[in-house]
Nanobody, 126 residues
Framework: QVQLVETGGGLVQPGGSLRLSCAAS????????MGWFRQAPGKEREGVSC????????YYADSVKGRFTISRDNDKKTVYLHMNGLQPEDTGVYYC???????????????????WGQGTQVTVSS
């Protein structure tokens, strides 16, 4: 059974940092690009970042470039999202998802991702 479990969310002050983890089970990460998404209250889900299997290609939403870093450890079957310089507008539920193939889509394509985690809440507030 394919399962993705996100952890690491919480409450952080503006300017703070968090590291989200996404642990995969039931399948191998060796073949699938992995993405992070978020959804703020009252807003649509948006793509945050994606990393290809090779780790060579990494994509970021403009809103997080320079602050967030995506990484993956295929042996540990875990994908990470390192978030620095957090701002209130980063508040939301963060989800990880597994893509259909090894590469990241050039643009956010929710249909490209076949399996999703349950999400972890990130709240940035003073």
């Amino acid at each position: 059974q394919v399962q993705l479990v996100e952890t690491g969310g919480g409450l952080v002050q503006p300017g703070g940092s968090l590291r989200l983890s996404c642990a995969a089970s039931g399948f191998s990460l060796d073949y699938y690009a992995m993405g992070w998404f978020r959804q703020a209250p009252g807003k649509e889900r948006e793509g945050v970042s994606c990393v290809s299997v090779s780790k060579i290609s990494r994509y970021y939403a403009d809103s997080v470039k320079g602050r967030f870093t995506i990484s993956r450890d295929n042996d540990k079957k875990t994908v990470y999202l390192h978030m620095n310089g957090l701002q209130p507008e980063d508040t939301g539920v963060y989800y990880c998802a597994a893509g259909r193939g090894s590469r990241c889509p050039l643009q956010t394509d929710f249909d490209y991702y076949t399996d999703w985690g349950q999400g972890t809440q990130v709240t940035v507030s003073s």
